[in-house]
Nanobody
C-alpha cells in the first residue's frame, strides 16, 4: 500500500531553518499535486504549501509565504519543504499529502 514517511523535523531556534522530506513508497504521486499541512494540538490541520504535478506551480499560505519553499522530485518520489526564518508560531506537526494519502507527521518545534 502507499506509504508516506516524513523526516527532518526537530527543535530549532527562532530564525533558524529546517528541511522536511517526505518519501513515498508503494506507489507514485506522479500526476498529483502534493501538499504540506501542519497541525497544533487542539486546532484544525491547516494548509501550508502545495506544488503541482509537474513542479511548475507552487502555492503558499500567507503565514509562510517568502519563508518556506516546496519542492518535489518525481523521479525519486520525494517531496520537500524548506523552512527558513522560522518563528515560534511555526511550531506544529507537519504532514505531507497527495490524493487521499497522508504521512504520519513530523514534529517541528521553534523556540523563542
Amino acid at each position: 500500500q502507499v506509504q508516506l514517511v516524513e523526516s527532518g523535523g526537530g527543535l530549532v531556534q527562532a530564525g533558524g531553518s529546517l528541511r522536511l522530506s517526505c518519501a513515498v513508497s508503494g506507489g507514485t504521486f506522479r500526476g498529483y499535486n502534493t501538499r504540506w499541512f501542519r497541525q497544533v494540538p487542539g486546532k484544525e490541520r491547516e494548509f501550508v504549501a502545495s506544488i503541482n504535478w509537474s513542479g511548475s506551480s507552487t502555492y503558499y499560505a500567507d503565514s509562510v509565504k517568502g519563508r518556506f519553499t516546496v519542492y518535489r522530485d518525481n523521479g525519486k518520489n520525494t517531496m520537500s519543504l524548506q523552512m527558513n526564518s522560522l518563528k515560534p508560531e511555526d511550531t506544529a506537526v507537519y504532514y505531507c499529502n497527495f490524493d487521499a494519502y497522508w504521512g504520519q507527521g513530523t514534529q517541528v518545534t521553534v523556540s523563542s
